[in-house]
């Protein structure tokens, strides 16, 4: 009979600690884009020693601004990735990037998440899927996209999802489906809205019992004051660690662990009754990534 791996009782009882730290960066009208992506460079560089830093949703060009998402839009290989690649590795993070405008072969706009291991290696993108705007500005200028991602991390699986998807139940309901542990939400969500976005974010924790990081952005640009209020949330729904309005950077160890403990403990995900319906016909986007909406 094979022998048991030492220390099994361990791996058992207690999760893989995580020191995570969300960059809640203030993106202003003021900077340029490309002041700001050398900034921020070396705050990611900074954080030697954290194991997950994320950014906020569209920091490069503001997610408000959308005079400036054609001129500032970049394909998956651009500055914007290369300068990100190099302060992943050189802090030695995991680091989910937040997200860029992207524009593709055929010239459509994605609102892009990059997400760049240790090494700097780009090992996932996620296209978001919800648009903002209604009639207007993201909902009409960006296509959307299609693909569920997660990643697999030495601490558990991330799961994929930016800003207004957090109003999207089903889609983190996928995410868990195939796998995630870890759900990471980058963000532009308006401060008059903030209450909104503390409650979505702790909801998506109880109801999907995960760790929840959602990083927002701070300051104000096209005359859009941006909530701040970045949260580490644990499975419990309990808030581990919560910013102010202004820009910070936010640090907190997280026990990965708790998300088994706690699935054991109270196995609600069991009980699902109901299927994710499928996706209306025609939504847009192109195939790719880990699973499909
Ligand atoms: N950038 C966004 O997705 C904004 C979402 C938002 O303002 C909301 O859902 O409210």
């Known amino acids: 009979m094979a022998s048991l791996p030492p220390f099994a009782w361990t791996l058992v009882e207690g ?38 830093v994320v950014l906020p949703e569209l920091w490069t060009t503001g997610a408000w601004a959308y005079v400036d998402w054609q001129a500032g839009a970049e394909p998956v290989d651009g500055p914007t990735v290369q300068v990100m690649a190099a302060a992943a590795r050189s802090a030695a993070v995991w680091l989910h990037a937040g997200t860029l405008v992207e524009r593709d072969g055929n010239g459509a706009l994605y609102n892009t998440a990059l997400v760049f291991d240790r090494t700097g290696a780009l090992r996932a993108t996620y296209r978001k899927i919800h648009r903002y705007g209604f009639d207007t500005g993201e909902a009409v200028l960006m296509a959307a996209g299609r693909d569920v991602v997660t990643i697999p991390t030495e601490f558990g699986d991330l799961g ?93 160890d997280v026990d990965v662990g708790s998300v088994a403990a706690i699935r054991a403990e109270l196995p609600v995900l069991r009980d699902r009754v109901l299927a994710v319906p499928a996706p209306p016909a025609g939504h847009g986007g192109e195939p790719r990534g880990s699973g499909r909406l």
């Open 160 to 252: 994929l999802a930016t800003c207004y998807d957090l109003r999207f139940p089903e889609l983190f309901r996928a995410l868990v489906d195939a796998g995630t542990e870890i759900l990471v939400v980058p963000a532009a969500w308006p401060a008059r809205r903030r209450e909104q976005w503390r409650i979505l974010v702790r909801a998506r924790a109880v109801e999907e019992q995960a760790v929840v990081l959602a990083c927002c952005a701070a300051g104000s640009h096209s005359g859009v004051d941006q909530a701040g209020g970045s949260l580490v949330v644990d499975p419990w729904g309990t808030v581990l660690a919560e910013a102010g309005a202004d820009e910070e950077v936010l640090t907190a």
């Open 15 to 52: 999760g893989p600690e995580m020191r995570v730290s969300l960059v809640q960066l203030s993106v202003s009208d003021t900077e340029s884009v490309d002041e700001r992506r050398a900034r921020v460079a070396g705050l990611v560089r900074r954080r030697v020693g954290d194991d997950v």
